[in-house]
């Protein structure tokens, strides 16, 4: 079956920049999505990339899919301690449900 | 995006009881689906809500356990039966419009059994 893997913790100094990564297995994944969860909230979706593309940037937030290899990245330029969350990677053929990385605990230190 | 909302935000129940969680969007939406998230741990579906028919459950999960209503493109409800402290979890509910291809979730209920 499909599986999606993330490191689980990251810690970076605000101002410097986060590289949160992922890998999938599902060779049929069309659309790959980066959630923002912070405490005690819901998911925020903050992007997400089709497979024919290998990059995608907004704002703060630059995705890059290496498809050959099943790795996607999500860097955020210029953290901030409000960035502090977790971070989920998922994965979905498209207008289906989706499969769910661990998720990235992202530490935004001073 | 879409407006999402869930009743309740959180509850603290018996275990054996039931709690019914509502999801409400702000706009009709064919794809609507149910998510767990245990504590400390990552989303895994439950079911896909269709309106109009029974829903289509993920391995590991039964309708007996968590039955689920949609009784229109807006809303839809899903049951904790019977429940034990290894349903505490965070319920969610998510939809994708009808046009695009993002996935939008609700706020979440936090479910406490004891």
């Known amino acids: 079956g499909e599986d999606v893997e993330q490191s689980l913790f990251l810690s970076v100094r605000e101002g410097d920049s986060s590289v949160i990564n992922c890998t999938y297995t599902d060779s049929s994944s069309t659309y790959l999505y980066w959630y923002k969860q912070e405490p005690g909230a819901g998911l925020q979706l903050l992007t997400y990339?089709?497979?024919?593309?290998d990059m995608k940037q907004d704002q703060r937030l630059t995705v890059l899919l290496n498809k050959k290899d099943k790795h996607l990245s999500l860097r955020i330029a210029d953290t901030q301690t409000g960035d502090s969350a977790i971070y989920f990677c998922a994965e979905g053929p498209g207008r289906r449900a989706l499969t769910f990385g661990s998720g990235t605990r992202l530490q935004v230190q001073p | 995006s879409a407006v999402i909302s869930q009743k309740p935000s959180r509850d603290i129940c018996q275990r054996g009881t039931s709690l019914t969680i509502q999801c409400q969007v702000d706009s009709q939406v064919t794809m609507m689906f149910w998510y767990r998230q245990q504590p400390g741990q990552s989303l895994t579906l439950i079911a896909t809500a269709n309106q109009g028919s029974e829903a289509t459950y993920e391995s590991g999960f039964v309708i007996d356990k968590f039955p689920i209503s949609r009784p229109n493109l807006t809303f839809s409800t899903l049951t904790v039966s019977n429940m034990s402290p290894e349903d505490s979890s965070i319920y969610l509910c998510?939809?994708?419009?009808?046009?695009?291809?993002?996935?939008?979730f609700g706020p979440g209920t936090r479910l406490t059994v004891l």
């Open positions: 998510s939809v994708i419009r009808d046009r695009g291809n993002e996935q939008f």
């Open positions: 990339i089709f497979s024919n593309m």
